[in-house]
Structures are given as structure tokens and as C-alpha cells.
């Protein structure tokens, strides 16, 4: 999932310094932009090396990671239906747990999801009763104002997206996709856009940030394939929706947008011949043609998620022993422009993989997962490093 903002430095039309300018001022500094000023401080990212880790309850029903200007912040629902989440600020490139087990509320589904515009987030949680709702919060995880219900809508996989300052919700309506343009406080500033049918039996709903706006895709059940259109940020269409058709057994899709390549990557879990599950991707650009035909990513492996930084993708998936002698285990792979793999191992004290998700942070992607059955703290914040 890249989204975030960058901080420009005003650049001045010209610096002080030609001996014959009236009241010119030695003493003045140097002026922003000119050949001697120093360089603007670039984003603080996590330090490569070593994962920061975390305590959290183990009893995670749903679970989301969101991406924010000095951050992060984690939630999970729990088996009573709770909503719990946590909160870390950026120090240097450590993070520093700032909120902890703080309760946002209850009767809540497993399906969690949320985006950032700087520190203020919108959190998609399902809930039991049916529906979304969705919530605003600061940093400090304080609610702002009242959450909204939306009682006709069920949470997407990947609800909540964020792009030029902008989020987007998506969801199902009636069984069909749709995506609704969301203001930082949770309320829709949109009509509902739809694509596809309920003759699709989409699942897997995803919604995406791209440069000029967001994608929404979804996985079609009675095809085997996926489907993915683009918008810009009015929502108005740049490309309908298009299968990304690699066979009849993509299972579980996800997307990830590349804002430097202006392509998608789309990665899935298949059956092969002796009934094992592989990782797959195939990458399209924004016309949405293949660019990349598939390829496969990992053996022995599922329930994939992808991220992109400036250069190329990257992606994490469960990794089980086909003996079934070893657990399972956390893994991820680097993914080049071309469609190159190179595994990256992931760091673990040993547990299973719970839940997982790649979320982007100023062009940095980050592995938030949790752990079952491991020693030490059980959440990782892991940088996907080059």
C-alpha cells in the first residue's frame, strides 16, 4: 500500500551577495535554494538492521497497521468483539511506544483497516451488528468527534487508502465494490462509485492509492482472476475495470502502486501440480496492461500482501514446511520493476505468523506483523530494506 506528504522548502528568487546591492545584510544567512544553504532534512525513516518490537494482546481477531507523519499505530479486535489500539513515535530511527492498550470501542468484527492524512487517521472497522464504521483519531489515539455508522456498507479487505492528501473508503454494497471519497473526521464527501456486479461474487475488495488519485480492485470468484480500475480524486474514471487475468486460481489478490514506476503490482497465492500453494505476481501500468507477465514469487506460500518503495515492490507472505515438521514462518521477497525476486528473510524469535501487512511510510515500506507462540515481544515493525 503506499501517500504521505512531503515537506517543501520554499526556494527563495535570489540570495544576497553582489557587493553594489543597496542594504544588503552579511548577517542575514544564507537563503533557502541557493548554492550554499544547507539541504533540507529528509524524512525520518525507521533504521535498517533490526525490527523494533512490541508487546500487544494475543487475542487478534482483526488486525491493522497505519502509516502516519511521526509513525505509527496498530490495532486489533479481539474475540469479545474490543477494539484496541497502540501507538509509536519516530525517534531517530527507533520507535517509541507513545499510547498502549488503549480501548476505542466495542462490538467490532475482524475486519480492520485504516488510512493517515499526517497524524489524523480514519480506522474502517467492521462490526458484528453489521456494517463499518468508521472512526477518526489523532496520534495520542483520542476519537475525534462521533464515529460513522455506516450500516449499508461492509469494510473492504484494504478499506481506507490515502492519496494527494485525500482518503477513500471502500467497500461492498449490496455484494457489488464501491469507493467513497472520506474527509479526515470519517464522513463521506462523495457519492458511491461501484464497479462490477454481484455475478462477479467479488471478494478480496481493495482500495489503493496511485499518484493521481486511487485504484479499487477485488478478486472475481467466478473467474479465478482479479479486477482493478482507476480513478482520479474526484473519483471520476481513468480506466474501468479491467480483468488481470493470469489463469483461473488467483486466490486472495492484493495490489500495490508503484508512484515512481506508475505500475501496479498484483500478487496471489495458487495451486501447483502436487496441490501446494505458491506466490505469484504479475505487474501492469497505469493503462492497466501487463508490462510483467506472471511469474512466481514463493513456494509453500499464502495470504500475500505488497508494498512499493522508489525502486521496486516488495512483498510478504506465510511460508509453511510442505512435511509439515517446521511452523510456519514470516518471509518476504524483493520484487524489481522487471519482475525480479530476491528473498529477504525475516527476522522472528521463533512463532508463527498471526497477522501481517506492508504499509508505506515517506517512500520506506515497513513489515508490521504479529507473532504466536514466540518469546519476547510479539509485534514487529521490520523495514523492508534494499
Known amino acids: 500500500m503506499w501517500r504521505l506528504g512531503i515537506l517543501l522548502l520554499a526556494t527563495a528568487c535570489g540570495r544576497y551577495g553582489f557587493d553594489d546591492l543597496p542594504h544588503s545584510n552579511p548577517d542575514a544567512g544564507t537563503a533557502p535554494g541557493s548554492p550554499d544553504a544547507p539541504d533540507a532534512p529528509g524524512p525520518q525513516l525507521l533504521a535498517c538492521g ?10 487478534q ?17 479481539d474475540t469479545p468483539g474490543a477494539l484496541w489500539g497502540w501507538s509509536f513515535e519516530l525517534d531517530g530511527g527507533t520507535l517509541v511506544e507513545s499510547a498502549d492498550d488503549v480501548q476505542l470501542g466495542s462490538g467490532v468484527s475482524a475486519q480492520l483497516g485504516g488510512a493517515a492524512v499526517g497524524d489524523q487517521m480514519v480506522l474502517a472497522s467492521g462490526l458484528t451488528a453489521g456494517g463499518t464504521q468508521l472512526s477518526s483519531l489523532d496520534a495520542s489515539l483520542d476519537v475525534l468527534g462521533t464515529p460513522n455508522m455506516l450500516m449499508n456498507d461492509t469494510a473492504a479487505t484494504v478499506p481506507v487508502a490515502s492519496s494527494v492528501g485525500l482518503l477513500a473508503f471502500a467497500s461492498t454494497q449490496g455484494g457489488v465494490p464501491a ?26 475488495v481493495a482500495a489503493v492509492a496511485t499518484t493521481s488519485g486511487f485504484a479499487l480492485g477485488y478478486a472475481d470468484g467466478t473467474t479465478g482472476t482479479a479486477k482493478l480500475a482507476t480513478f482520479d480524486e474526484h473519483l471520476d474514471s481513468l480506466v474501468a475495470d479491467t480483468t488481470i487475468d493470469a489463469g483461473s486460481d488467483m486466490r486472495l489478490p492484493w495490489f500495490a502502486y508503484s508512484p515512481s514506476q506508475n505500475e501496479f503490482l498484483v500478487v496471489w497465492h495458487q495451486k501447483d501440480v502436487t496441490n501446494d500453494d505458491d506466490v505469484w505476481g504479475m505487474i501492469v501500468d497505469q493503462t492497466l496492461t501487463t508490462v510483467v507477465a506472471p511469474f512466481e514469487i514463493a513456494p509453500y506460500s499464502t495470504n500475500a500482501v505488497a508494498g512499493a518503495d522508489a525502486t521496486g515492490f516488495w512483498v510478504a507472505y506465510d511460508t509453511y514446511d510442505p512435511a509439515a515438521m517446521a511452523p510456519n514462518k514470516m ?23 498471526q497477522s501481517w501487512a506492508l504499509v508505506e511510510r515517506d517512500g520506506q515500506v515497513v513489515l508490521t506483523w504479529t507473532e ?6 510479539n509485534l514487529y515493525f521490520d523495514p523492508m530494506c534494499s
Open 61 to 77: 481477531q482483526g488486525f491493522a497497521s497505519i502509516a502516519r507523519d511521526d509513525g505509527f499505530a496498530a490495532f486489533t479486535s
Open 372 to 377: 504466536s507462540g514466540g518469546s519476547g515481544p
Open 50 to 59: 533490526s525490527p523494533s518490537r512490541f508487546t500487544i494482546g494475543t487475542d
Open 331 to 353: 518471509a518476504a521477497s524483493r520484487v524489481t520493476p522487471s519482475g525480479e525476486v530476491t528473498a529477504r528473510p525475516v527476522t522472528s524469535s521463533g512463532g508463527t505468523p
Open 179 to 204: 469507493i467513497d471519497v472520506v474527509g479526515t473526521d470519517g464522513m463521506l464527501v462523495s457519492g458511491d462509485v461501484t464497479i462490477g456486479s454481484t455475478g462477479d461474487m467479488p471478494s478480496y
